[in-house]
C-alpha cells in the first residue's frame, strides 16, 4: 500500500515507509496522487446499481484532509476508469460536510479523466528515479 501525506497544509508531500535509499522523480511527482481529487472533471455519471462493484480489477484509494473528512474511492477498471465515492466522517467535519456529500454521490458512479485515474493508480515505482545501469 503506497501512503503519501504531509505534516501540514503547507509542507511536502512525503512517502511514508519509503525505503531509505529512495530517490524520486521530483516534489511534484510525488504530490502527484494526493492531488488526483483536485479540479476533478466528471466525464460521465450512472447510478451506482447499474454498475455494481466487484472485488476484482478494483484500486481503492483513501483521502484524508487536515479537517478530518475522508474520502474512499473505488477505482474500477472497467470500460473506462469509474470511480465510486464514498465520503464519511471520521472526525468531526466544519459544518457537517461529509455527511452532506455523501448523500449527494453515494448513489451514483462517475466516469473521471483517464490521466486522474493514473494518478489514483500510482505505485511507489512510478514516483522513483530509473535504477542506472552500472559501469562496465
Not at 501540514?8 to 531509505?20: C, I, L, R
Request: aromatic share 6%; net charge positive; charged share 35%.
Amino acid at each position: 500500500m503506497l501512503v503519501i501525506s504531509r505534516s501540514a497544509p503547507d509542507a511536502k508531500f512525503a512517502v511514508e515507509d519509503a525505503p531509505p535509499d529512495a530517490k524520486f522523480k521530483s516534489d511534484t511527482t510525488t504530490s502527484g496522487p494526493a492531488m488526483a481529487l483536485e479540479t476533478l472533471d466528471l466525464d460521465d455519471v450512472k447510478p451506482s446499481a447499474d454498475l455494481p462493484i466487484s472485488d476484482k480489477d478494483v484500486v481503492s484509494a483513501k483521502f484524508t484532509t487536515f479537517d478530518g473528512l475522508t474520502i474512499d474511492i473505488s477505482l474500477l477498471e472497467s470500460r473506462q476508469d469509474r470511480v465510486d465515492r464514498d465520503f464519511s466522517k471520521r472526525h468531526r467535519c466544519r459544518r457537517g460536510r461529509g455527511e452532506k456529500a455523501r448523500g449527494k454521490v453515494s448513489r451514483w458512479t462517475y466516469a473521471i479523466p483517464a490521466y486522474k485515474a493514473n494518478l489514483i493508480k500510482t505505485k511507489l515505482a512510478d514516483l522513483l528515479e530509473p535504477a542506472k545501469a552500472p559501469d562496465p
